[in-house]
């Protein structure tokens, strides 16, 4: 009963159904194993990498612990992964975590994840990644001080507006852009990593040594500098929010996700040390830019190709959490938890038009009032809690229901480590250092309860509703999709 799925449906295939003597509007498969792979990678490497270094370091009080930290977030980031792709080769429908907790805890825990995800923990993402992107973008034109927050604010809305054409546009378009910029930053960040090989060639090893010196004790410190090295790795579960749009899921999840996290965790280490290589702990920790103050002591007269990496690689992650985003919203729609209008699709670019288009309008309201570090903690806790949520539905099917066909398996003390690591970043923070802000983001997830009952359990939908539904639609040139059940 926990498995319980919906009859009518949406499956990624032809766009004709002859028995039925009608056309069917659906999702295409367009994602193949590059592109999925760029999808990971080239979301996970985006802002992060090039400011969360120093508050890890400003957490951790060392070198060597702060690189422990970045080994163990990309363990465990690979370990949430590959629970993912089991779970992903079960229920073989987008919309990760959502469709996951749907499928196995039922519809209230699913609306409550939903309604907060597309509310606020997306949008919040995509503010940040995008208010990082416009850091870098306008820095080159105010040399030698900081650019007004009123620039940056409005550089950031115009990346989310033109994310939102492109994504609207055609799905093909979107997962090429993603290849482009994906490839353009890793050769950023080999970049990085060649310096600062060079520099320990020349003998820079000073910041290296007695590295575990000044290091901070305490589990509150150390869970929130894993939320800022955690925040470099997001992205690792993006595949699971389109399974219904990858060629042959079952083989492209596993195998993408086992080339893209190694390969940006190894990345992560080595740029890291780089840094270190170039600066020292306080240098590092006075940066408000660490790439591109590593950019000036390194590459001179070149510094600027720092900037313009970083700029590229912000917007390229910014297009792969928009892409995943929107489906959250669109999947969620689909099974009744969100606006009937927000389940639809364009009729000619069959990409999911209206919940784009609704991610973009939340993001843009973050924007006006969001701080980086601040969206980063508040994004960390929920997810985590989320995360969580939906590792321990893995155990349950692992152990209550084996039987269920999967092409692919994880060893079960993996999702236990996933499992107890998410308990101790939900619950760390709190019992070291408690805020307020906690627990106004609990009261927001409970204030679910408030339209759940009315609007999703006693099914009432007020008639002006119905009528903004059909207008909108109108406007919009879209309709409602379909799936087959699998």
Request: include cysteine; charge should be positive; glycine fraction near 6%.
């Amino acid at each position: 009963s926990t498995m319980k799925r919906r009859q009518t449906t949406d499956s990624p295939h032809s766009s004709t159904d002859l028995s039925e003597g009608k056309e069917k509007l659906r999702l295409k498969q367009e994602v193949g194993l590059i592109s999925g792979v760029s999808l990971i990678a080239g979301t996970m490497i985006g802002s992060g990498i090039f400011m969360s270094p120093e508050w890890v370091l400003y957490h951790m009080g060392s070198p060597a612990s702060s690189l422990l930290i970045w080994a163990a977030c990309g363990v465990l980031a690979m370990f949430g992964a590959l629970s993912y792709a089991e779970l992903g080769t079960i229920i073989k429908e987008s919309g990760g975590e959502y469709i996951y907790i749907l499928r196995i805890f039922g519809s209230f825990p699913a609306f409550l994840f939903a309604y907060t995800s597309v509310i606020l923990v997306r949008p919040a993402s995509l503010a940040a990644v995008c208010l990082s992107f416009a850091e870098y973008a306008v820095a080159p034109f105010y040399p030698g001080c900081s650019s007004p927050q009123v620039v940056i604010k409005c550089t950031a809305a115009a990346c989310i507006l033109l994310l939102t054409i492109i994504n609207c546009l055609n799905v093909r378009l979107t997962t090429s852009i993603m290849n482009i910029f994906t490839a353009a930053k890793l050769l950023a960040l080999l970049v990085i990593v060649v310096g600062g090989l060079v520099l320990l060639a020349k003998g820079q090893t000073q910041n290296f040594q007695n590295a575990f010196q000044n290091t901070t004790p305490g589990v509150g410190a150390v869970g929130v500098a894993f939320y800022q090295g955690l925040w470099s790795y997001d992205g690792w579960n993006n595949l699971n929010y389109v399974t219904e749009e990858l060629k042959k899921p079952e083989v492209t999840l596993p195998r993408a996700v086992m080339i893209a996290i190694p390969l940006v965790t190894c990345l992560y280490l080595l740029v890291n040390v780089s840094y270190l290589a170039a600066m020292t702990p306080s240098e590092l920790l006075s940066s408000g830019a660490v790439a591109v103050t590593w950019g000036d002591k390194v590459l001179g007269s070149w510094a600027w190709l720092i900037s313009l990496s970083v700029a590229l690689s912000t917007f390229g992650s910014s297009n792969g959490t928009f892409f995943s985003g929107g489906r959250v919203c669109y999947i969620a729609a689909r099974e009744g938890h969100m606006p009937d209008i927000l389940s639809m699709a364009h009729v000619r670019c069959l990409t999911p038009s209206p919940a784009l288009l609704f991610t973009s309008a939340m993001s843009l309201i973050m924007i006006i009032s969001g701080t980086f570090t601040s969206i980063v903690n508040f994004f960390s806790f929920v997810a985590w809690l989320f995360y969580g949520m939906t590792i321990s539905g893995l155990l349950y099917l692992k152990i209550k229901k084996p039987e269920l066909p999967r092409s692919y398996k994880v060893p079960i003390i993996i999702p236990i480590i996933v499992l107890m690591a998410a308990v101790y970043l939900v619950f760390a923070p709190i019992i070291d250092q408690p805020q307020m802000e906690i627990l106004y983001i609990v009261l927001f997830i409970f204030s679910g309860v408030i339209l759940y009952f009315p609007l999703v359990r006693f099914k009432w939908h007020p008639r002006f509703l119905q009528r903004l539904t059909l207008h909108l639609q109108l406007f919009l040139e879209v309709a409602p999709t379909t799936r087959e059940a699998n």
